[in-house]
């Protein structure tokens, strides 16, 4: 048992089981085997996970001649990325072509070494120098158009550098491959018209949702610090990291993704936040925080105040105030609340109510209970009212925070399914039945009673332990269909979690038997009451006597089941 990691949680809900080789969170529903666990935990195909798990276990895999075209892409995409990055690089550190560039980089306190450790570059004016450079290397022009770097000329079928005459950051996924780019236009840029940033468009190998700059070098002083600095731009990353402050990434922008906080929550559950002084007042803001509460974040705020406008110049000017309001960061609630207090005149009505507009929407959707009446109090004693007042004024929020809800839920946590009461003792007998020290030889024992079960999947499941041959739950479950697979696995899943010795399962079993046959036997005299009804109108004596000794015979056979209860 372990808590999840593909959901935020605080009780274990996570199971492996050893025996089956498979896993299952009673949580949010994931459940698979170690393939599907690295594809999920590592968001690769299935073709990547065989290859990371074959050098796990010291095993050589062997080309077939069946090769997975988007994989082979995939790399080739990466390679190509790769070159232009060494390419971008050279130009700002070793070309003329670069040198304002770099008088830049330099002039904003970012060293050589750290230039090196980032892969910082520049990409000149002139496309042709990239495109000469890259062409000698082979590749396709189509894969050349694919990394999203390159685009084709409308006046010609010539290629173009996208990101020309801007500094370049290349974009590592958390594994430290370069997906993407993000380029930057330089302060002496005469264009206007010019997009401060620009970054590489969605393609087969980068995609925004799931990039958080920097994680490919943090994530391990993540771990050790158990928590992570958030900040919005590449800079506001870099700086922190070259002064020592390892455990930090840039979000570029913000708003959080569910895939950017789940990498996140691999590696810590405190978020400090380290954005903008104003975020607080933005719509992505207020669904970012809801997401990551949601997903069980410990969520803080870095306040820089009105000395700083954002990590970067902090660090630069006082490295030690920015180290003491980090180790003083306090709870994004605390911030929120304290944030809208010090804006407005809470000693007017309008101040008031532009505080509670501002900060009751937020406290509404905290996950916690307890936490959620200790901040209701902390902003009644703020604005000097009372917690009955709050709490009256926050249900003009709740309609609207249940369509938030059914967007933000935490990830792919699913709605229980209701069992009927009939449904429930035919789960009950399949669970007792898989957790026995023999299943298939007490399958046989109890075929009469499985022969009742109705629920289409129980059935399917009841008449494969009365047919199979194998000896090994293992075995067994490898059977079964695909859809079968997950039914057998949630009542093994169910059954581990009974502790229960034979004597008491053998009476378990003989209830839930006798629960079955009661329902069975109820169900059959409805049937049969509506055939005598039927041969009665018919006036056909000799199947009513019939009919009518079946009835009598099923009725004795309740009454015995009634009376041993």
């Known amino acids: ?55 796990l ?75 000469n450079f890259i062409t000698k ?65 969605e393609t087969p190998i980068y995609h925004k949702s799931q990039m958080l700059f920097g994680l490919n070098l943090a994530k391990e002083a993540i771990r050790v610090d158990n928590s992570v600095i958030v900040t919005e731009g590449e800079f506001d990353m870099i700086s922190p990291y070259q002064a020592g402050i390892k ?17 996140l929550r691999r590696y810590t559950d405190t978020l400090i936040l380290a954005l903008d002084s104003d975020f607080a007042g933005s719509n992505a803001a207020k669904k970012s925080i809801e997401l990551a509460d949601s ?19 902090a660090i630069k000017d006082d490295l030690d105030f920015f180290k003491l309001q980090l180790k003083n960061a306090v709870s994004v609630w605390d911030f929120i609340i304290n944030s809208m207090v010090k804006a407005n005149d809470i000693n007017t009505v309008k101040g008031k109510q532009t505080v509670l507009q501002n900060v009751l929407p937020f406290l509404v959707k905290i996950s916690n209970a307890v936490t959620r009446s200790d901040y209701f109090h902390k902003l009644a004693t703020e604005i000097g009212s009372n917690e009955e007042a709050i709490y009256e004024e926050s249900k003009k929020y709740l309609t609207d925070l249940n369509k938030i809800n059914s967007i933000f839920v935490p990830i792919n946590i699913k709605t229980p399914t209701i069992l009927s009461k009939t449904e429930k003792f035919e789960e009950l007998l399949l669970t007792l039945i898989i957790g026995a020290k023999n299943p298939f030889k007490l399958s046989k024992n109890l075929e009469k009673y499985l022969n009742y079960i109705n629920t289409p999947r129980f059935q399917l499941l009841a008449k494969a ?14 059977s079964l269909p695909p859809e079968l697979q997950p039914v057998f696995q949630d009542l093994y899943f169910a059954s581990n979690q009974q502790t229960i010795n034979s004597e008491d399962r053998l009476v378990e079993i003989k209830k839930v038997t006798a629960q079955m046959a ?24 000799t199947g009513l006597v019939e009919i009518e000794a079946k009835y009598n015979q099923l009725l004795g056979e309740l009454s015995s089941l009634q009376i041993k209860k």
């Open 295 to 313: 997903m069980a974040f410990d969520i803080k705020v870095l306040i820089l105040g009105d000395k700083y406008k954002d990590p970067d110049e």
């Open 247 to 263: 455990n930090v990434v840039a979000l570029k922008g913000t708003a959080f993704t569910p895939e950017q906080l789940q990498l």
């Open 518 to 541: 009661s329902v069975y036997i109820k169900d059959e005299l409805t049937r049969l009451s509506s055939q005598i009804a039927q041969l009665e109108s018919a006036d056909d004596e």
């Open 465 to 478: 332990l009365l047919s199979s041959e194998f000896d090994e739950l293992k075995d067994f479950q490898d």
């Open 57 to 131: 276990a010291g095993i050589t895999l062997q080309k077939s001649e069946f090769t997975d075209h988007q994989d082979s892409q995939k790399k080739t995409l990466i390679e190509i990325n790769t070159q232009v990055a060494k390419f971008y690089n050279y130009i700002l550190t070793s070309h003329p072509l670069g040198k304002e560039a770099l008088d830049y980089v330099l002039k904003r306190g970012i060293t050589l070494e750290t230039i090196k450790t980032f892969n910082i570059g520049f990409s000149p004016k002139d496309s042709r120098h990239l495109i």
């Open 1 to 55: 048992m372990a808590c999840c990691p593909f959901h935020g949680e605080k009780t274990p809900s996570f199971t492996v089981s050893e025996e089956l080789q498979i896993f299952k969170c009673f949580g949010c529903g994931k459940a698979g085997d170690v393939f599907t666990f690295l594809e999920e935990y590592e968001k690769i195909d299935f073709r990547e996970a065989l290859e990371e798990l074959a050098k």
């Open 137 to 201: 290397k082979n590749f396709s022009q189509k894969d050349l158009v694919e990394t999203g770097t390159f685009g084709i000329s409308s006046y010609g079928n010539g290629l173009y550098d996208r990101f020309q005459d801007r500094l370049i950051f290349p974009l590592p996924n958390y594994r430290g491959n370069i997906v993407g780019f993000s380029g930057r236009i330089l302060p002496s840029s005469q264009n206007p018209n010019l997009a401060k940033y620009i970054n590489s468009p």
